[in-house]
């Protein structure tokens, strides 16, 4: 069935996905050297790179070293798998499909780089905005059901809302609140592709989505005491779980707000 051969798509690029979150921050090459243990150096082999079961019969280890291996990388395999197979059943064999799932797997990268090292680094953004803008370019010449309509600048509109609406946010913090932290540049920059690809009415759900996850998230932390309301805390996975909910079910819950208001 295509929905397992997706998946194991989405298992394979999870894997990458890794190299990317750990090398990325740190400024290292995504391509050399190949894949290997951080602990004792040694170069991985086919058999220890099966997605999600290299893990399990590895015990979790390194083969050489013993050393501990993060339970984040099998994570973000099965997170990538399942995100692929949801966005299939969502759009099916489409170019939408194609750039969206692009797009998802840059932002999977961002999520966890964001909530590690409190960075968007500005390369994911730029190619996020390349694969985009390509999208743009589609559908101008074919229109994209996922803007809501043929109109070619309602994938500009999104960017400028999506970036805009942010850089208003830290421009107000500034004012009125003498601190810069009010909002990242890495969020706002990465609106802009958010805008572009999702057309601005899912951008506006975007923002409304991540603005309320990050607001209960924030309140269940002081609620523990895990956080004081001085502390920092990154917004971006935040856009990047929005931006995966509108992907999916954004216009199901557009037309439920609708309906029901």
Not at 10 to 25: A, E, K
Not at 101 to 108: G, K, L, Q, Y
Request: one cysteine or more; hydrophobic letters at 55%.
């Amino acid at each position: 069935m295509i929905e397992i051969l997706v998946t194991i798509i989405g298992l394979v690029i999870g894997s990458f996905l890794n190299v990317c979150i750990y090398r990325i921050p740190r400024k290292e090459s995504i391509v050399f050297p190949s894949s290997h243990c951080p602990a004792c150096g040694r170069q991985l082999t086919f058999f220890d790179l099966i997605p999600i079961v290299s893990y399990i019969f590895l015990l979790g280890r390194c083969r050489s070293c013993q050393a501990k291996i993060s339970a984040r990388y099998p994570l973000v395999e099965l997170l990538t798998g399942i995100v692929f197979l949801f966005l299939y059943l969502k759009y099916g064999y489409s170019i939408t499909f194609m750039f969206i799932t692009i797009m998802m797997a840059v932002m999977i990268v961002v999520f966890f780089i964001d909530l590690d090292h409190l960075i968007i680094p500005d390369k994911l953004v730029i190619f996020a905005s390349i694969i985009a803008g390509l999208m743009v370019v589609y559908n101008f010449f074919t229109p994209l059901a996922v803007y809501g309509d043929s109109s070619w600048w309602n994938p500009l509109l999104g960017a400028l809302i999506g970036s805009g609406s942010l850089l208003l946010v830290a421009l107000l913090g500034s004012v009125l609140f003498k601190t810069d932290e009010a909002m990242g540049g890495g969020d706002i920059k990465l609106m802009f592709p958010v805008g572009l690809v999702l057309g601005w009415r899912l951008t506006l759900l975007t923002l409304f989505l991540a603005i309320m996850i990050a607001g209960l998230y924030g309140l269940i932390l002081l609620a523990l005491k895990k956080t004081s309301r001085k502390s920092s805390i990154p917004f971006g996975p935040f856009i990047v779980l929005a931006f995966l909910i509108a992907s999916i079910w954004g216009y199901q819950i557009i037309y439920w707000y609708l309906g029901v208001y």
